[in-house]
Every structure is written in structure tokens, then in C-alpha cells.
T-cell receptor, first 110, second 115 residues
Framework: DAKTTQPNSMESNEEEPVHLPCNHS???????IHWYRQLPSQGPEYVIHGLTSNVNNRMASLAIAEDRKSSTLILHRATLRDAAVYYC???????????FGIGTKLQVIP | EAGVAQSPRYKIIEKRQSVAFWCNPI?????LYWYQQILGQGPKLLIQ????????DSQLPKDRFSAERLKGVDSTLKIQPAKLEDSAVYLCASSLGGRVTDTQYFGPGTRLTVL
């Protein structure tokens, strides 16, 4: 399975943008890049996903490198409620084959 | 729309005892997943069902863990006998069709403590 590499932790000030990086140098051409986040004491929740083009939704933006070997999740304006563990996951092969890593623990400072 | 339901939310048992967890996925979702999340780690997929058939159970410790999804709706995950290292949160998730573009919706999890 293709693997992802993320920093273990990051900090951000409240109301500032946050850029969460993910490296996936062994990504295959059919792998989608998904981001989920897990708030304390909750199950993970979907944030965004993409294949090649940058994607935007109400929660975040996903910037995908041209060679697809890395991507960045962008939270445009961090709030205290965004403090969570963010997981970058590759899904491919037709049906979902899901491997979560350790993720990045985001701390938002008031 | 109701989310993924799991019960119980918490369970404490002694080692070598048995335990069962229940999951009710979102209505109409064909794909159901069970994950194990040990403290400080990301969720690990144990088993994936497509309707009532198993798609992937490569990481399920089959000597002690079993899971079923009768009638392609609810699912139960059983551990028999439990070991100390089974202490974890057990998460159930469902998705519409299990395709790579489908969103997985997670339940709140069951926190298992094995003493």
C-alpha cells in the first residue's frame, strides 16, 4: 500500500491560516488523496479529497503538487474547534483500501 | 440523517473474557468497516464488508476476533478471549458503496478496557 508521511504535530494561532503537509512519493496514478480529522474523543470525520486538481469545500482547501507526490491541506482561518489529529490517506484500487498513519496533531493557540 | 450508531460506548472486562460490539450503519450504506484504534495511533482497519460479504479481513486476528454482518445491515464484532493488548477504541464506519471517492462516516466508537 502507498504510504504517507506527515509531521507529528503543528501549532497555529487562532484565526490564522494553517498549511498541513503530506508526502506520498509512492502514490499511484489512480490513488485519491483523502483527508480526515479526528477531534478528541470522537470518530474521524471527512474533510476533503482530490485526485489531481486543487479542491475547495466549506471546510478546507486541498493543494496537490503537479507530480502528485505531495499535498497540502489548507485551513483558511483556524479556530479552536479545528484542534484535532489530521490524517492524510491514499485510497485506490477500486474499492477503498484504507491505511491511516499517525496523522498530524494540530494545536490551535488562542 | 441519523449517523452511525455503536453500542456500548464503554466496556470493561477481564482478560480471557468475551465481548461483543454492535454497529448500525447509515441507512442505505452498502459498505461497513471495523477499525481498532490503540491510544496514540491511527485507526487500523480490521474488516470491511460489502453488503454482507467480506471484502478485506487481512488484519483481523482470526484466532480471537470474529465479525458478521447479517442481512447486509447491522454488524457485530466479537473478541473471544480478550487479551490486555485488545484495549482500544473500536470504531465502526460506513460508506455508500466503498468506492475510492466515497466518504466514510464514523460512529463514536466503543472504548474497551481489558484488565
Amino acid at each position: 500500500d502507498a504510504k504517507t508521511t506527515q509531521p507529528n504535530s503543528m501549532e497555529s494561532n487562532e484565526e490564522e491560516p494553517v498549511h498541513l503537509p503530506c508526502n506520498h512519493s509512492t502514490i499511484s496514478g489512480t490513488d485519491y488523496i483523502h483527508w480526515y480529522r479526528q477531534l478528541p474523543s470522537q470518530g474521524p470525520e471527512y474533510v476533503i479529497h482530490g485526485l489531481t486538481s486543487n479542491v475547495n469545500n466549506r471546510m478546507a482547501s486541498l493543494a496537490i503538487a503537479e507530480d502528485r507526490k505531495s499535498s497540502t491541506l489548507i485551513l483558511h482561518r483556524a479556530t479552536l474547534r479545528d484542534a484535532a489529529v489530521y490524517y492524510c490517506i491514499l485510497m485506490g484500487g477500486g474499492y477503498q483500501k484504507v491505511t491511516f498513519g499517525i496523522g498530524t496533531k494540530l494545536q490551535v493557540i488562542p | 440523517e441519523a449517523g452511525v450508531a455503536q453500542s456500548p460506548r464503554y466496556k470493561i472486562i477481564e482478560k480471557r473474557q468475551s465481548v461483543a460490539f454492535w454497529c448500525n450503519p447509515i441507512s442505505g450504506h452498502a459498505t461497513l468497516y471495523w477499525y481498532q484504534q490503540i491510544l496514540g495511533q491511527g485507526p487500523k482497519l480490521l474488516i470491511q464488508f460489502q453488503n454482507n460479504g467480506v471484502v478485506d479481513d487481512s488484519q483481523l486476528p482470526k484466532d480471537r476476533f470474529s465479525a458478521e454482518r447479517l442481512k447486509g445491515v447491522d454488524s457485530t464484532l466479537k473478541i473471544q478471549p480478550a487479551k490486555l493488548e485488545d484495549s482500544a477504541v473500536y470504531l465502526c464506519a460506513s460508506s455508500l458503496g466503498g468506492r475510492v471517492t466515497d466518504t466514510q462516516y464514523f460512529g463514536p466508537g466503543t472504548r474497551l478496557t481489558v484488565l
